[in-house]
């Protein structure tokens, strides 16, 4: 919302102890927002532009459309790898273009899990990062097998310069003896 020519806002909330009110210095208009008789919802949003929307009013305002979900990592899929090929790696989130993602291989054990108490076991670490795209972001990496002995490993991608609620995704891979 924006005041516009008067330099004041016609349309403001208002609040006291016990609610929430939307007031029309114009026309009069009370919208209550809380308590007995409020609006809720989709009635209180179409009220509050409806109040927008008056002729007297000369506020102005843009609407804008978001969604707001949880975080989420996708790794696309990829085949078992000949020892020294080369190959990408790709996979699509909705993390911001400003986050970076550490992309680390680890060699996978008979229980499946990646066996991370040492730095000796951490084969790969790599920063990658995250390229804008519609209508989800997409991020890869090169991987060279060529040091990398025959066995099977696991990829795990997580953020690494985020502070909200992280998550982490895995996939497993073999790498093949070369012919």
């Known amino acids: 919302q924006h005041p516009d020519d008067n330099n004041s806002f016609n349309v403001s909330p208002v609040h006291d102890s016990n609610t929430i009110r939307v007031v029309s210095t114009v026309n009069d208009t009370i919208l209550n927002l809380t308590g007995e008789g409020s609006l809720k919802g989709k009635d209180a949003t179409f009220a509050v532009r409806s109040m927008l929307s008056d002729t007297k009013i ?3 305002y843009v609407k804008l459309t978001f969604k707001l979900e949880m975080p989420w990592i996708l790794v696309d899929a990829f085949r078992d790898i000949p020892q020294g090929e080369t190959i990408s790696i790709t996979g699509k ?9 550490s992309a680390d291989i680890v060699p996978a054990f008979l ?10 076991t951490l084969l790969f670490v790599r920063p990658v990062e995250i390229i804008e795209e519609e209508p989800y972001n997409r991020w890869t990496f090169k991987l060279d097998t060529y040091q990398m002995k025959e066995g099977s490993y696991k990829l795990v991608v997580r953020p690494i310069s985020y502070s909200g609620p992280a998550v982490t995704v895995t996939a497993d891979f073999s790498i093949l003896k070369s012919v």
């Open 93 to 101: 989130t909705n993390y911001s273009p400003d986050t970076i993602l």
């Open 58 to 60: 000369d506020d102005f």
């Open 111 to 120: 229980d499946g899990e990646p066996q991370r108490e040492n730095e000796e």
